[in-house]
């Protein structure tokens, strides 16, 4: 058997097990008798800390998810005879309960990490809108092992990519108003939540006003942001065992009253904790090339002479309503290439993460680049009879456009052209703010088309807080132009446009580029 054949039924072996999901009891472990052995019994934990709410400024993008790392922390009642300390972890997410996230990772790995007898705390990483418990026993050198501590459990804020604002309107990550603009009450929701109440933190001040809050079809309460002077305060409501629903925000003040708050945490009962699901998961291995290596002593490696992907940035959709993208290669080797790896990468509402390889003798492709603001990148290798490899060539990637009007809240602007533009000028379906995407991007550049001519303005562009630049469209004569404004750092968001005149500004087709340099695995499941 080559190495190769044996690679492939190692691949097919590891993809049967890839996910293992078993009903498992989290009841405590009682502490072991104590041995014959000479070895000192393993101690108690004498105190645990864990930051029960973690703040919305905490909270960072890593590419694909929202995600804080709070330290769980643990004191012993001595550290004679410790051989190591077992973390157990248990994660609260929307509509359920697992135990198997590993504590200093990000995916769903064991049930149960061992850290050294030198070691006292894990800062594991926990997702906006999840819960997070974490549990801790001591084992000796001759593997007795000490009682658990009690959970302690910490929760993270809801942020863009759980609490859909509705017909509310997020001024940022975590920062969101309600409003009643008469017509409806414009709620504010997230998606499906297993909770039994929340924690808000709402902005008071004499211009603010009340809010009901609901789990589903149940009323939590009624908040009220109205205050004399200026400040915030937290408020928790919740009932006594879990519901299951939408948690929604819905202003009932007047429009000249909204409400505020800039942090919300779903709370669920800890009930559960005794009978969660074990999720094991491993991603898929390399795919290997389409034929197997001969036996040669031939060691030089092919070479790519050619690789184009193009358009980079088309503007036309063809028949089948995709972007008509061709994806050609070429290599040479000493020999002769038997075949070409092609590997991809997505990026758009993500940082760009991987998305597989396969192995191909062909020198063209065709590549579907459909969802409006999304990015397919590809890159290839050669390879020959003998398995060996050519370096990969770059990444190269062509990109949707975001399309006027219809993926932005503003309403239409003017037809200019024979063609429809956003108007940054317009009154948008969020109580009058500028003109913003209805969805959320990860954006390092963005290329964007506008009209220039002597009735148009500037405006600023951001993505959430990251200022891009400014584009000015006043010219002396007619036309249209495009631009590359790049920002200091990726930013994740809605993408605005803020006018800073009074003139109009009109913007066409906008392509969102992503930081070329992560590479990221996709985002955990938060079903």
Not at 49 to 75: C, D, I, L, N, Q
Not at 124 to 140: E, F, L, T
């Amino acid at each position: 058997m080559s190495w190769i054949s044996a690679a492939r039924g190692a691949r097919k072996m590891r993809l049967v097990g890839a996910v293992a999901l078993v009903s498992a009891v989290l009841t405590p472990v009682a502490t072991s008798a104590p041995s014959a052995s000479a070895d000192t019994a393993p101690p108690s934990i004498a105190s645990t800390s864990y930051p029960k709410f973690v703040e919305s400024s905490s909270m960072r993008w890593r590419g694909t998810h929202w995600s804080a790392t709070p330290s769980f922390r643990w004191t012993p009642t001595t550290t004679a005879g410790v051989a190591k300390y077992q973390v157990q972890t248990w994660h609260g997410k929307r509509r359920g309960s697992m135990v198997g996230m590993d504590s200093l990772g990000s995916g769903y790995q064991s049930t149960v990490a061992n850290y050294p007898a030198s070691r006292t705390s894990v800062a594991g990483h926990i997702y906006s809108g999840d819960q997070v418990c974490r549990r801790v026993r001591a084992v000796n050198s001759a593997g007795t092992v000490g009682r658990w501590s009690g959970w302690k459990c910490s929760y993270a804020p809801l942020g863009t990519e759980e609490f859909e604002p509705g017909y509310g309107f997020d001024n940022g990550v975590f920062d969101y108003y309600a409003r009643n603009n008469g017509a409806s009450n414009n709620p504010m929701r997230s998606a499906s939540y297993l909770a039994k109440g929340v924690r808000v933190k709402v902005r008071t001040g004499p211009k603010y006003g009340k809010a009901r809050i609901l789990v589903g079809s149940t009323l939590l309460g009624t908040v009220s942001g109205y205050a004399s002077k200026s400040g915030y305060k937290v408020v928790t409501l919740q009932k006594s065992a879990n519901l299951t629903g939408a948690i929604k925000v819905r202003a009932i003040s007047d429009d000249s009253r909204p409400f505020r708050f800039v942090g919300l945490w779903a709370l669920r009962a800890t009930a559960p904790l005794g009978s969660s699901r074990v999720v094991t998961w491993r991603s898929p291995s390399e795919l290997w090339p389409v034929t197997d290596p001969v036996e040669s002593s031939d060691t030089t490696r092919p070479k790519m002479t050619g690789f184009s992907l193009s358009p980079t940035f088309p503007t036309t959709r063809n028949s089948n309503g995709f972007y008509s993208v061709k994806a050609s290669w070429r290599g040479s080797d000493n020999v002769k290439v038997t075949g070409y790896e092609v590997a991809t990468k997505h990026g758009g509402s993500t940082s760009y993460y991987d998305g597989g390889s396969g192995a191909t003798t062909s020198t063209s492709m065709p590549v579907i680049v459909d969802w409006a603001g999304s990015a397919t990148c590809h890159r290839v290798r050669a390879f020959d009879a003998a398995g060996n490899f050519s370096p990969w060539t770059s990444w190269k990637c062509s990109h949707a456009p975001l399309i006027p009007i219809s993926d932005w809240t503003a309403s239409a602007g003017p037809a200019v052209a024979g063609k429809a533009w956003t108007s940054v000028r317009m009154l948008d379906d969020y109580y009058h703010r500028p003109a913003r995407t209805r969805d959320r991007y990860s954006a390092k550049k963005l290329r964007i088309q506008y009209r220039v001519g002597p009735r148009w303005g500037r405006a600023k562009v951001y993505v959430s807080g990251t200022y891009f630049g400014t584009i000015n469209a006043y010219s002396s004569t007619v036309g249209t132009k495009w631009v590359t404004l790049t920002a200091t750092r990726e930013a994740h968001e809605r993408i605005r446009f803020v006018p800073v005149t009074t003139k109009d500004v009109l913007i066409g087709k906008v392509f969102v580029i992503p930081d070329p340099a992560k590479n990221l695995p996709p985002a955990p499941t938060r079903g």
